[in-house]
């Protein structure tokens, strides 16, 4: 069966490196490309930056490919991220044989939880000059991004070092490592 791939341009540099990333895509493996619209330009054109059909394409489809958002990216890429499940951010930093590098014994794998947090997208403006961003943590997401930390690590062969803030963050920071901890512990990590 064909993988349906969900492909949205979206804005600026998206725009050029998308069609490209398709041309990869299609060289190495068989996909069905089904195309959506998606930030600044479509919000000048129908009135939202992220119609109905783009979140419900993503949504269906067995991968997306996402470009970029310009002004409209909070209004795109976190009901994005939540219509297709994208919990967790997965960002390598490997040095390579014959590249130059400070450190050339390099390999780390930083995961970060992509919907809570900072990222819950909850902010206000208290009086003129004074805003405000509600960070959000549940225990759920906190069990699942762990859950995920591990699985990886223990696939690819990473040991696990969890960064927080608990000692300051004690409510939000600390539910957070509360539930690293218990999955640990469930795993015998």
């Known amino acids: 069966m064909t993988d349906r791939i969900a492909v949205i341009p979206g804005d600026g540099i998206g725009e050029e490196v998308v069609p490209v990333a398709v041309e990869v895509l299609d060289a ?50 976190l009901p994005l991220r939540r219509a297709v499940g ?40 208290i009086t003129a000059g004074v805003r405000t961003l509600t960070r959000v943590t549940t225990e759920s997401a906190s069990r699942r991004i762990a859950a995920f930390g591990f699985d990886y690590a223990a696939e690819h062969g990473y040991d696990v070092t969890v960064a927080h803030k608990a000692n300051v963050m004690r409510r939000t920071d600390g539910l957070f490592l509360d539930g690293v901890e218990a999955v640990a512990d469930e795993r015998g990590a």
């Open 28 to 77: 190495v493996g068989e996909f069905a490309f089904e195309y959506a619209e998606a930030g600044d330009e479509t919000r000048s054109e129908t009135g939202t930056p992220l119609p109905d059909g783009t979140r419900e394409l993503a949504a269906n489809a067995d991968a997306t490919l996402f470009g970029a958002a310009g002004e409209t990216a909070a209004d795109v890429v």
């Open 86 to 125: 994208s919990f967790a951010n997965v960002r390598p930093a490997r040095a390579y044989p014959g590249v130059d590098a400070l450190h050339p014994e390099t390999d780390l794998v930083f995961v970060r939880e992509n919907t809570e947090g900072v990222y819950a997208g909850i902010e206000s403006e």
